[in-house]
Nanobody, 122 residues
Framework: VQLQASGGGLVQAGGSLRLSCATT????????MGWFRQAPGKVREFVGA????????YNADFVKGRFTISRDNARNTVYLQMNSLKPEDTAVYYC????????????????WGQGTLVTVSS
């Protein structure tokens, strides 16, 4: 499974971005999907995840109320809607696919996208 993350860019604090994670040639419908991020000099951290049907999502505490994960299995695409962005949200954002369902553990993910950079200016 090849994942392609897109939608990153430069945004002012308080602004919004929507990241997309898509695949071609293979369905994502059987995979739990997660979003992670890695800021410069920091370890990769869990942002949120969604189960294969899209019925269950959960997010890290620091993004609750601001970020929303959704998926469109017909389009083989997962989204991360980010609102009220803060400078500390600046990072490379990665999507990942897990055969083991949605989970905050990066070790449980089988496939990773290349990442998309989000920069939030103050």
């Amino acid at each position: 499974v090849q994942l392609q993350a897109s939608g990153g860019g430069l945004v002012q604090a308080g602004g919004s971005l929507r990241l997309s994670c898509a695949t071609t040639g293979r369905t994502l419908s059987g995979y739990g999907m997660g979003w992670f991020r890695q800021a410069p000099g920091k370890v990769r951290e869990f942002v949120g995840a969604i189960n294969s049907s899209g019925g269950i999502t959960y997010n890290a505490d620091f993004v609750k109320g601001r970020f929303t994960i959704s998926r469109d299995n017909a389009r083989n695409t997962v989204y991360l809607q980010m609102n009220s962005l803060k400078p500390e949200d600046t990072a490379v954002y990665y999507c990942a696919a897990s055969l083991g369902g949605s989970t905050p553990s990066p070790q449980r993910y089988n496939y990773w996208g290349q990442g998309t950079l989000v920069t939030v200016s103050s």
